[in-house]
């Protein structure tokens, strides 16, 4: 039962370099999302996909793209990283059936990264 | 104006007793969704609990249930028996609207249960 699967799980980055995260779920969900968690907070929304095809920003997508490769894929790029962009990053995926509601969303287990 | 309020830092609680973590929201969409997460000091994400708007109980998972006052915007987490476990952080979120689950969440309150 793999479920999200993020890589790396670990990665350091001097600042103005670039990156991909990548994430991939085998759950078949149609919505994906990347979220950052920063010392002491809770998770903020980056980017989501509500289905293969379509991304949408979220709270604080400054500094990143995403490309929803495939339905099982869901990638996060920092084109040129920054110190502010220390955090933890968490994929999720959840399925969303018409009006159901109460889909939870599934992590993966998180990516550190370190800017430096 | 924050979405998502928990007011808790940290609580040290006794093995077996029960625990109450606070959670309000605010939202002006009649149609929301609340959750609620554990982060064990490993990392990951767990489900906990969820309770929608529009339901008339609170919702219940085994030792977890959610003390829902939608009048107070309040969705408390009760833990009954805690247990070792049980400690983590634990983070309320919620989700407005319906479709994609764009989850808000709260900051967290690390509940630490002792022997």
């Known amino acids: 039962n793999a479920g999200v699967t993020q890589t790396p799980k670990f990665q350091v980055l001097k600042t103005g370099q670039s990156m991909t995260l990548q994430c991939a779920q085998d759950m078949n969900h149609n919505s994906m999302y990347w979220y950052r968690q920063d010392p002491g907070m809770g998770l903020r929304l980056i980017y989501y996909s509500a289905s293969e095809g379509t991304t949408d920003k979220g709270e604080v997508p400054n500094g990143y793209n995403v490309s929803r490769l495939n339905k099982r894929e869901f990638s996060l790029r920092l084109e040129s990283a920054a110190p502010s962009q220390t955090s933890v990053y968490f994929c999720?995926?959840?399925?969303?059936?018409?009006?159901?509601?109460?889909?939870?969303?599934?992590f993966g287990s998180g990516t550190q990264l370190s800017v430096l | 104006a924050q979405k998502i309020t928990q007011t808790q830092p940290g609580m040290f609680v006794q093995e077996k007793e029960a625990v109450t973590l606070d959670c309000t929201y605010d939202t002006s969409d009649p149609s929301y969704g609340l959750f609620w997460y554990k982060q064990p000091s490993s990392g990951e994400m767990i489900f906990l609990i969820y309770q929608g708007s529009y339901d008339q109980q609170n919702a219940t998972e085994g030792r977890y249930s959610l003390n829902f006052q939608k009048a107070r915007k309040s969705a408390n987490l009760v833990i009954s028996a805690s247990q070792l476990g049980d400690s983590a952080m634990y983070f309320c979120a919620m989700r407005e609207g319906r479709g994609a689950q764009k989850l808000v969440f709260g900051q967290g309150t690390r509940l630490t249960i002792n022997p």
């Open positions: 999720a995926s959840s399925e969303v059936l018409g009006r159901v509601t109460n889909e939870k969303l599934f």
